[in-house]
């Protein structure tokens, strides 16, 4: 089956019902059968942005095996350095995403940040595939 990353953005969009972006993600992920990955500091970042029903609902998503989570460890952490070295700008939930890629080998991520992931490249250079809500 082909999985697909996915930003906070989006899982924010998804939880949120009154976030602009909403009505964008959920017909994505209805049209689509990817299995979803992401990483635990995405999922942080996305309940920063969450109220209480929000982040609930989050948790009951991926205890139900609606996303997967992915690393970092701790021997990640080099990488993830040099990540934030290459992109001065880059958040950390970010750089995980960049490093899930290529852990991974999925390229296609689901996003509302075009200008980041656009610009963003695996070490082997490999450009992602926007899925944009």
């Known amino acids: 089956m082909r999985s697909i990353l996915v930003d906070t953005g989006p899982l924010v969009a998804l939880f949120h019902a009154r976030d602009r972006h909403h009505e964008a993600a959920k017909a994505i992920l209805q049209s689509n059968p990817a299995a979803l990955v992401s990483t635990w500091p995405v999922i942080t970042e996305a309940c920063h942005f969450l109220g209480q ?19 970092p460890t701790v021997d990640d952490v080099p990488q993830l350095d040099e990540l934030l070295v290459r992109y001065e700008k880059m ?24 200008r980041d992931f656009e610009a963003y490249r695996t070490r082997s250079g490999r450009r992602f595939r926007l899925l944009l809500a």
């Open 91 to 114: 958040d950390f939930a970010d750089a995980t995403l960049v490093l899930a890629a290529e852990k991974t080998g999925i390229s296609e991520i689901f996003t509302i940040d075009r």
């Open 53 to 71: 029903a929000g982040k609930r609902a989050l948790l009951t998503f991926i205890r139900r095996g609606g996303l997967r989570l992915e690393g």
